[in-house]
Structures are given as structure tokens and as C-alpha cells.
């Protein structure tokens, strides 16, 4: 019998989560491999139909899993849920409800609360429990078919009880793991800007105030960089928008890689940046942003644009005065910041005192 764990989703194919699938051609597999268990071990405890039942049953799983790599879903789904609905009710009625084929069916339940939309888990969920209670009043009013020895039965129970066990914990482990990646993703949602890949402004603003609160305690400096591309809407119109998001993305890296793994690296808006460098002074602020801005002039940029176009920035240094908030460091920095757009651009400018 195997892994009921077999995915219930109804939503249009687009929308299914790939990962999901590719759980669900490793449970038919695993199901497959169980079934053939089963045909040698049915034929040891003297139940022959139960035992090409399955042989019926391995088709059935080979069938899903193919039909699984090449994107058939509803077809895998269908041929899951026949092979497990029919073979837990064909093992019950043969051999007895004390066989354990009913634990399959429980299966079921976290993949479809999992993968099914609420309308659908919900008829689901109430046909499954309609087939199990009707299963097991129908076992208060018959015997079984085909009974085998007692001993053959709990060794059967057994092992049903067991590669239920086993498939339970796997599935945990895999929504588990699912539930720790979504909340992965939506911490970098939040705190990301897609396009860069730095900081976003609001997190930027948080974690500028840890800096702040800090700063206060213990004195320490703080540099802050505000940084512009120079000329960014001139290489959006000559090179269109899709060529200038590719050069933010590039502004940002070369920024990241000149700055220390401690700084704080946000898009700013737009074409701005901002950095903030925790222990450091104007003087190694304005140092850093030389080093930013001659890496700049360094950068191979005919790749990304094309003919012998540059990419230059101007940057803005500031450091944290005692008292201040966060709004006038920046303030300052980007005072420092329109001198140096005023005075040509592609150019450093520490703020006045």
C-alpha cells in the first residue's frame, strides 16, 4: 500500500509550486517500491490476489510518476487517489479492518489542507471521511473475503503501521522545511529590494536606528555614504529602462564589494544609495567613497550598455553627530551630495562643519 500523501490541488496548473510536485514524484516512487513489497510478502503469508493486486498497483504509481515529469498533474492525481482508495478498500474487505490499509487513507489529509484551496480541501476532506466511516461500518457487518492467519494479519498490521509512521515523518519534515523557506522568503520581501538585492529603504531605516541606539551607548562613529548615479535618466532614455535597472544592479554590486561585510547597504530610491559604516569617522567615510568612485571609473561598462558609455557616481559623506537622528546625517550627506552633482559630478564631497 503506500504513501496516501498523494497531492490534492485543484488550483490552475500556473499556480502549483513546483516543489510540491516533485514531493509527490518521490512519494510515487516510494509508493511504487512499497507495492512490490508487498507483492513478495502477500505471496509469503498465502494471500495471492493481494499480491498481483499490487503489481496492478505499481503500474498505477509508474503511471502518476510519469505523468508527474511531464506536468500532467490532474492525471497523477487522478491515478493517485484511485490506487489508494481502491487498494485500501480491497485490502480491508479481503483481509479485515485489523490489516491497517485504512492508515493510508489518513494521508490524505495534510496533503490536501496543503495543496488544495479551501472550497475544494473541504469537499475533500468530507468524501475521505465518508469513505473511511463507510469502510469501517461495512467491516461491522461482513467478514472478511479472503482471511489469512492471524500471525500473517499482525504482521501485516505491522508493517502498514510502519511505513505510515515513516511517510508521516517525512511529510512533516518536507512541510516543515516548506513553511521555514516560505517565511524565508517573505522576511527578504520585506527587507529586499528586488531589483539590487540591497536593503530596501524602510529596513535601511531600521536598522539604522540599532545604529543610532548604539551610537548613543557607546560613541563609537558613524560614516553615512549617500551615493547617485550620474546622468541615470540619460541612460534610461538612450538605452531604455530594461538596460538601466541591469546598471543599478551592477552600481550595487561594485558598491558592495568596495564596502566591509559590517556596513549597511540600502537602495535609497531610485538611482540613490545609502551606506552607513558603523566605527568609522568622515575621514575613512570619505576614503571609502574615493574608493567606491574609482572603482567606478575602473568598471568595464561597454558590456552592460554597449559602445564606450561610462557609468560615474557622486557621493555625499556625513558622519553622526551626537543628538542627531537619522533624517539629518542624511540631511547632510546629502547636502554634501548636491555639491558635488553642482561642482561635475563624479565626485566626492564631505559635509561642511
Not at 497531492?7 to 500556473?14: A, C, G, L, V
Not at 502477500?42 to 506536468?71: C, D, E, Q, R, T
Not at 521555514?180 to 531600521?206: C, I, P, W
Request: glycine letters at 8%; proline letters at 3%; charged letters at 20%.
Amino acid at each position: 500500500m503506500k504513501s496516501a500523501s498523494a497531492p490534492m490541488n485543484y488550483e490552475p496548473e500556473r499556480e502549483r509550486r513546483p516543489q510540491f510536485w516533485r514531493l509527490a514524484m518521490r512519494c510515487a516512487q516510494i509508493a511504487g517500491t512499497v507495492d512490490v513489497i508487498f507483492f513478495f510478502l502477500f505471496h509469503a503469508l498465502g494471500s495471492p490476489i493481494l499480491a498481483w493486486i499490487n503489481v496492478v498497483s505499481v503500474a498505477m504509481y509508474a503511471g502518476a510518476y510519469y505523468a508527474l515529469k511531464y506536468h500532467r498533474n490532474r492525471i497523477a492525481v487522478v491515478l493517485i487517489w484511485a490506487e489508494v482508495l481502491g487498494h485500501a478498500g480491497l485490502g480491508i474487505v479481503l483481509i479485515g479492518w485489523e490489516s491497517g490499509f485504512h492508515y493510508y487513507l489518513l494521508m490524505f489529509i495534510p496533503a490536501i489542507c496543503v495543496s488544495a484551496s479551501r472550497k475544494w480541501a473541504i469537499y475533500a476532506l468530507l468524501a475521505l471521511w465518508g469513505y473511511y466511516i463507510a469502510l469501517d461500518v461495512l467491516m461491522w457487518y461482513i467478514e472478511p473475503l479472503q482471511p489469512i492467519h492471524q500471525t500473517a494479519l499482525h504482521i501485516v498490521h505491522l508493517f502498514n503501521l510502519s511505513v505510515v509512521f515513516a511517510m508521516f515523518s517525512y511529510l512533516s519534515s518536507y512541510y516543515l522545511r516548506m513553511v521555514v523557506t516560505a517565511q524565508r522568503k517573505l522576511r527578504e520581501m520585506a527587507t529586499t529590494d528586488s531589483l539590487t538585492g540591497l536593503f530596501n529603504r524602510r529596513h535601511m531605516t531600521y536598522l539604522a536606528e540599532k545604529e543610532l541606539a548604539r551610537f548613543s551607548r557607546s560613541g563609537h562613529p558613524v560614516g553615512f555614504l549617500l551615493l547617485d548615479v550620474d546622468h541615470f535618466k540619460s541612460i534610461n532614455d538612450a538605452y531604455g529602462h530594461e538596460t538601466g535597472d541591469r546598471v543599478l544592479g551592477f552600481v550595487a554590486d561594485v558598491i558592495r564589494e568596495e564596502l566591509r561585510a559590517q556596513d549597511l547597504i540600502g537602495r535609497w530610491g531610485g538611482e540613490e544609495f545609502l551606506a552607513i559604516l558603523p566605527d568609522t569617522d568622515s575621514g575613512k567615510a570619505q576614503a571609502s567613497a574615493e574608493r567606491i568612485r574609482n572603482a567606478f571609473l575602473a568598471r568595464d561598462w561597454s558590456g552592460i550598455i554597449g559602445g564606450d558609455a561610462d557609468v560615474t557616481i557622486s557621493i555625499g559623506v556625513s558622519e553622526l553627530r551626537a543628538g542627531e537622528d537619522l533624517s539629518t546625517a542624511v540631511s547632510r550627506a546629502d547636502e554634501a551630495l548636491y555639491r558635488g552633482k553642482t561642482g561635475g559630478r563624479n565626485r566626492v564631497e564631505l559635509e561642511t562643519i
